[in-house]
């Protein structure tokens, strides 16, 4: 790989993180930049065949049900895998913490480390734009592969 190519690629990586918040700009950045040289010398990435068929999507409870989620952080990012599947590109985290509620798991103390904590995995971005003024966040492509891997033996 030039290094024309290497230096490009890291121009494209810092101006798509440069909206993210300073504590998660550095590991969005890192995961970024991995996934465009990585495209780079493979060429652009074709999305690997699914092992298990993902089930109809249904709501957010019993779609939680057909996961083996062991954590927060994994039933956050299913939130978010759902409402993208379901047409929300982006939620806010009163959205999640409703989506929390309405499928009967327990509310974080503290919902912004939690979802912190989904961005410092690499499954979890800050959206590009704020939702009705709210800070949102969407769900990345490995996000989802990772969501797809929680499905259930049936």
């Known amino acids: 790989m030039e290094a024309s190519s290497v230096r490009d690629k890291i121009r494209q990586a810092v101006d798509i993180v440069s909206e993210v918040e300073p504590p998660y700009r550095g590991p969005a950045f890192q995961v970024i930049l991995e996934a465009l040289l990585r495209e780079e010398a493979s060429g652009p990435s074709v999305a690997a065949p699914r092992t298990r068929p993902m089930p109809d999507l ?46 009967r798991r327990p509310r974080p103390k503290n919902p912004w480390d939690a979802i912190g904590k989904c961005v410092r995995r690499g499954h ?10 709210d800070k949102a966040w969407q ?16």
């Open 139 to 154: 769900i990345t492509p490995s996000g989802e592969r990772y969501v797809e891997g929680l499905v259930t033996a049936q």
């Open 124 to 133: 979890v971005v800050d959206a590009p734009e704020a939702k009705e003024g």
């Open 58 to 103: 249904g709501g957010v409870n019993e779609f939680l049900a057909t996961l083996n989620v062991r954590t927060l952080q994994d039933t956050i990012e299913a939130i978010l895998y759902h409402g993208l599947h379901s047409g929300v590109d982006r939620m806010t985290r009163d959205e999640i913490m409703d989506a929390l509620a309405r499928a």
